[in-house]
């Protein structure tokens, strides 16, 4: 089944924030950040801005009712700052006029000035100065100690990985309007409802009852509209609720690339430790986040970093300390893996460099280290139903593995001016939020008397495809044609008290619960066909829209099913609750069982290097994916599609430039680089790993959307490859990502 | 006031021409289709079509809304995502639809317009032309794939497109509405119409770099619209010489032929200037004026050693390219003067000429370095030579002493090696966003040797310069 957003995509029908009717007397928001990184605030004037034409107020932290803090997971933000800012681009005031442009000219004329204190941008000076955002945190099995003394090779090394701007089509932005009651309503582009509600009810102090977040769909989140969504619509609401009128914000690009935060940077070392015949026997790393100047998510990004800091491969002494630093930049966020990447590279790149110094390949590592059936992993949770092994023998002979690196061999033989390389990226990531309270959705199902369904969750619909999935759960409980069905705009006051849709888990949280609901239903409407044909319950089921009787087809369709129970008085409206089972982790002892289950997968990456001009081509990537069984083959491949691109982006292309004074350099199209067409792999071929999919995830098809990112990783490694093919004099290093400036700085380094 | 056809209504706006065609779209006709990405044409999102009348044929092409000023919109035929949409979903729209070539959909309109800006053009299509049409388009969600494939069944169904007159094709077979049919005599009815002409010399043609600079400054003024004089347009031979109209765009000097017969490349190189939207706009004038250190245009005429002509009321005068760029974005250009035309001497039947960029991304993106060379070869002896090179120094940079150095040599990995060295002192890259010095003095010397090794494959080599 195709994204049933399709043809109002395709005739540009689909509505987002910026497209809704604006009510008479609409008033435009901008937002006046903070020209300096660090410092005190010691005067503010915002006198000719306010006495612009077309100015209609200016609201700072004064005219904050409730409490002036954003903070999520630990209250470190204010929506406004109060004396001090702590990165460019914090928001300060936030002007509203009578249009766009006199709202952005008003902003210009506002005159602050600031006391300069010391401005860290790198994540390892905050941690010498003590300046983190949360005490650090360490996972540990077996004894590391203990162990180097038994290991044959040890090696060790630094690695980078820069940030990634989310670059979700279209920008933050919200529209809100008082109702009745002295009410709010916010339509948000926002991953997460719920939070754009609780906070805006801290920031007006009004209960959560009075303010309603309305989200049809986004233009793309990718984490960056998980937490960071929430200021702008919080800016429109106090604006909207203090003077009453209808205010939108929809962010300048610049803007939203300067004051939103982004993917962290991390800066590692890591120590591994290797037996003789390559098996990893002790891994220990530091990993010093880039958290920016609060905490937003960085708590729980760090987390997942850890616990996918050894990735696919079981490893029996581990230690891995994760740093999370303040810097004065702005909060980093939720990006699509959610910090896994960033500690996968760490492991990926140990691996590298050990195969480096021993001369072998890295794969001959990679394949012998591979996480088995009833390992454990290093946060105590024991592997099951382990797909890794499958999925890489799979991708060996499915693309025959040995002949390409004969073909590579050969061509780098050949050739002067280009230069292959091939990598493998194996994944492994496990499903659920880490913060386990957080893994549970509800469901609303209305059946209409005319037979009509409509389906209210939690889930934002933000091109991922879960409200496709959403219908294909009902349209399989209920057996009726899915054009019966309408997902309706998820919303605060039909479905309350949501996980932001995130972490890979929209579609099983969401559809479970509409599974239940459904399931509900239908044996309500079950019981009434037994009625109609005075039968035992267990003789009628519904076929295709028509209720069948001992396995024969009768004349009553669902229709008059629906009919005939709603006459009867049967409620046709019925809500689902669903809470993973099993699941649990004990953050004092850094153990449990957290993840539902994982998600597996190996990619083979091969790219030609240009090594006259220092560019680069990826030729092919071919991927054996575990989707379990796949509900819509059609949303995943373009999930893994998406996904792998922007995770060799991430790696290979899209470049953060801060200057020391804490100013994103590269902070527009023009200078931050995302792929386009061209720069894709001229092939990706994907081959679906037969399983037949876990319990835990929805109709046994796996999560989807976070995983495949991580396959971009081997962009790197196949790079690199290529580089050593060309200059001998090349020591693999590991700083990402691996722009076409590094790498012909590295063909022709001595 | 101005005047055009919004998809399939008569628009006269009092609107200032210096507003942003995509504002007026979006606000004052609330046509949401028409995305904002980004404000500077780097992502697509506003795509929209200009249908222009020209020889009795209106012609179509895909152009950012968001870097047009209203006013050059004035007798165009400009379309939104409404105005293509029918009853039931053209070939086009069902091509990304039945591909999956969708997923939030923000970006979507602007593939479709560009799409059909494909399907408009009077070109044969091919799988080629058809990605380069989206090539200014940029999706976040689904890696491409699903959206090559879309291209894939849009450039088979457009095989058997009539050529001759696409747009009745089109109607015919469904791709655009039957207002399309009528459209040729509406622009008619409006030819002679012009925005009110200012004297003001803050002149702007195709917007691609005003309208990124200083917006809001360009909504307020007194500005003077280039865009579409047409005596300031076209592409002819003359003599011993070519002459460049100086409000010609990047797409019509690499589709002209005077210009393809002379520099068979010229499709190849201008393809890794910015996109297929920018190139239907941004002029080579403008690009000059600009006077950006890395502007393609620019890097690419210098070292043709083009004349321009510059007029003034009634006065004209003319001067080498390579004297106009004076200091960092301080260029010969007195008050109330403009660029009239571009004169690239052209004596020779046969030249050697090659152009080099790089950049972060190769397609739709700003030069880290580029270069380009012209060699005039007499029995293997260099009788004449321009280099020149951007993005390392404070202007577009002709490589005088690099060029003079060559003259009167035979091409060796040994000349080519010294007249590095030369270059190499010519030059003063400082470290931006787009590359650290270094970087740039080692990419301007690559480039430098991808001149030679592409134009003489067989006695240069990347091994014999590098020991």
Request: charged letters at 25%; glycine letters at 8%.
């Amino acid at each position: 089944m195709k994204n049933i957003d399709s043809k109002n995509h395709v005739t540009g029908k689909s509505v987002y924030v910026d497209d809704i009717p604006v009510q008479t007397g609409t008033l435009y928001g901008a937002v006046f950040g903070s020209p300096k990184a660090h410092g005190k605030i010691i005067n503010i004037d915002f006198s000719e801005a306010e006495s612009l034409e077309g100015v209609e107020g200016i609201f700072s932290y004064k005219d904050i009712q409730g409490r002036n803090q954003i903070g999520g997971i630990i209250e470190d933000e204010p929506l406004f700052a109060e004396n001090e800012v702590h990165f460019i681009g914090q928001p300060v005031a936030f002007v509203v006029a009578k249009n766009e442009i006199a709202a952005r000219k008003a902003i210009k004329r506002i005159k602050i000035d600031i006391e300069e204190f010391e401005v860290i941008t790198d994540p390892r000076v905050a941690q010498e100065k003590g300046q983190l955002l949360t005490p650090p945190r360490t996972f540990k099995m077996g004894n590391v100690d203990d162990e180097w003394a038994k290991c044959d090779y040890i090696f060790e090394g630094k690695v980078e990985s820069g940030g990634q701007e989310h670059l979700y089509i279209e920008t933050q932005g919200s529209y809100a309007y008082p109702t009745d009651n002295g009410s709010i309503k916010i339509h948000s582009s926002t991953q997460g409802a719920t939070l754009v509600q609780k906070i805006a009810a801290r920031i007006l102090d009004l209960p959560m009852h009075r303010i309603e977040v309305d989200v049809t769909r986004i233009g793309g989140g990718f984490g960056g509209k998980e937490d960071q969504a929430t200021p702008y619509a919080c800016m429109a609401a106090l604006a909207s609720y203090i003077l009453q009128k209808p205010v939108k914000i929809s962010l300048h690009r610049l803007d939203d690339m300067q004051m939103t935060g982004k993917r962290h940077p991390y800066s590692s070392d890591f120590k591994i430790g290797l037996s003789k015949d390559y098996k990893i026997l002790a891994y220990q790393a530091s990993l010093y986040q880039n958290g920016g100047a609060a905490n937003d998510l960085s708590p729980a990004i760090i987390g997942r970093t850890l616990f996918h800091s050894t990735n696919a491969y079981f490893i029996p002494n581990t230690e891995v300390t994760a740093y999370s630093c303040k810097t004065n930049l702005p909060p980093n966020t939720a990006f699509r893996g959610f910090g896994a990447p960033q500690g996968m590279f760490v492991i990926e790149s140990a691996i590298a460099k050990a195969a480096s110094e021993l001369n072998i390949s890295k794969r001959t590592i990679q394949e012998r280290n591979f996480i088995q059936e009833n390992d454990t992993f290093q946060y105590g949770q024991i592997a099951e139903n382990v797909n890794i092994g499958h999925c890489y023998q799979t991708a060996k002979k499915t693309y025959h593995i040995d002949k390409i690196e004969k073909d590579i061999e050969e061509f780098n033989s050949k050739n002067t001016n280009y230069k292959k390389g091939m990598a493998i990226m194996p994944i492994c990531f496990g499903i659920s939020f880490t913060k386990t309270p957080m893994n549970q959705a509800r469901a609303l199902v209305h059946i209409y008397q005319d037979g009509s369904v409509g389906i209210s969750t939690g889930a934002v619909e933000m091109g991922q495809g879960v409200n496709t999935k959403l219908i294909q759960v009902a349209a399989s409980v209920f057996s009726i044609n899915t054009n019966r069905i309408k997902i309706e705009s998820t919303n605060t006051t039909r479905v309350a008290n949501t996980s932001p849709t995130a972490a890979s888990s929209g579609a099983d949280l969401n559809g479970n619960a509409l599974r239940i609901a459904c399931n509900s239903l239908l044996e309500r409407l079950v019981k009434t066909a037994a009625k109609i044909l005075s039968c035992d319950v267990s003789e009628v089921r519904i076929e295709n829209e028509t209720l069948v009787h001992k396995n024969k087809k009768t004349d009553i369709l669902w229709e008059q099913l629906v009919k005939t129970a709603f006459l009867d008085r049967i409620s046709l409206t019925e809500n689902g609750h669903y809470a993973t089972p099993i699941i649990h982790f004990d953050k004092t002892k850094e153990k449990g069982h957290p993840f539902a289950y994982h998600v597996y997968g190996t990619a083979i990456i091969t790219v030609t290097l240009d090594c006259i001009r220092g560019i680069y081509e990826f030729d092919d990537v071919k991927i054996v994916h575990d989707f379990g069984n796949s509900m819509n083959t059609i949303i995943d491949n373009g999930q893994v599609e998406g996904g792998l691109v922007q995770g060799i982006g991430w790696m290979t292309m899209e470049e953060l430039a801060f200057a020391e004074d804490g100013r994103l350099l590269s902070n527009s199209l023009s200078t931050y680089k995302v792929p386009d067409i061209y720069s894709v792999p001229k092939n990706i071929d994907i081959t679906a790993l037969k399983t037949k999919g876990p319990e835990l995830a929805l109709l046994r098809s796996k999560a989807i959307g976070e995983p495949p990112l991580m396959y971009g990783i081997g962009a790197y490694f196949a790079l690199a490859k290529s580089i050593s093919a060309f200059n001998s004099n090349y020591k693999l290093d590991f700083d990402a990502p691996l722009t076409p400036e590094k790498v012909l700085m590295r063909l022709y380094g001595k | 006031m101005i005047t055009f056809i919004l998809n399939n209504k008569l628009i006269q706006t009092e609107s200032h021409p210096g507003t942003t065609l995509l504002d007026f779209i979006r606000y004052d006709e609330n046509l949401t289709g028409t995305k904002i990405g980004c404000r500077e044409g780097d992502c697509g999102a506003c795509t929209v079509l200009e249908g222009t009348l020209d020889n009795n044929k209106v012609i179509y092409k895909s152009i950012a809304s968001c870097l047009t000023p209203l006013g050059n919109a004035q007798g165009k035929h400009i379309v939104s995502i409404e105005g293509i949409n029918m009853k039931e979903l053209s070939p086009v729209q069902n091509a990304m639809v039945n591909n999956a070539g969708t997923q939030c959909g923000f970006c979507t309109p602007g593939f479709i317009m560009s799409f059909t800006a494909h399907s408009l053009s009077t070109e044969p299509s091919d799988n080629e032309l058809t990605i380069a049409a989206i090539s200014g388009n940029i999706c976040r969600c689904t890696g491409y794939k699903s959206i090559e494939k879309a291209a894939e069944d849009i450039s088979e169904l457009l095989k058997i497109k009539d050529i001759s007159d696409p747009i009745k094709w089109l109607v015919e077979n469904k791709h655009i509405p039957n207002y399309f049919l009528e459209i040729k005599n509406r622009l008619e009815k409006l030819e002679g119409l012009n925005v009110e002409k200012s004297e003001n010399d803050k002149i702007i043609a195709g917007g691609t770099d005003l309208m990124v600079q200083i917006p809001e400054e360009i909504a307020e003024s007194d500005i003077h619209l280039f865009y579409n004089q047409k005596d300031l347009k076209g592409i002819k031979k003359d003599k011993d010489s070519i002459i460049i109209g100086s409000a010609s765009n990047a797409s019509e000097i690499m589709n002209s032929e005077v210009m393809q017969e002379y520099f068979p490349e010229i499709k190849s190189h201008f393809k890794l200037i910015s996109s297929e939207p920018i190139r239907n706009m941004g002029t080579i004038a403008g690009n000059f004026v600009n006077a950006s250190p890395i502007g393609d245009l620019s890097i690419f005429f210098l070292a043709l050693n083009v004349n321009i002509i510059l007029k003034e009321s009634k006065n004209t005068r003319q001067i080498l390219l390579k004297d106009f760029f004076i200091n960092y974005k301080k260029i010969d250009l007195n008050k109330g003067e403009y660029i009239e035309s571009v004169i690239i001497p052209m004596p020779y039947q046969k030249l050697l000429f090659n152009f080099e960029k790089v950049s972060k991304r190769t397609h739709l993106d700003i030069a880290s370095v580029n270069s380009a060379i012209f060699l005039k070869m007499k029995d293997n002896i260099i009788e004449n030579c321009s280099v020149s090179a951007g993005g390392v120094s404070a202007i577009p940079k002709y490589l005088s002493k690099t060029s003079e150095f060559l003259i009167g040599k035979t091409i060796t990995n040994e000349v080519v090696i010294k007249a590095n060295k030369i270059l190499q002192e010519e030059i003063s890259p400082i470290s931006d966003v787009r590359g650290s010095a270094e970087y740039k003095r080692l990419l301007l010397r690559q480039l430098f040797f991808a001149h030679f090794i592409k134009l003489y494959p067989e006695s240069i080599s990347l091994k014999e310069l590098l020991s």
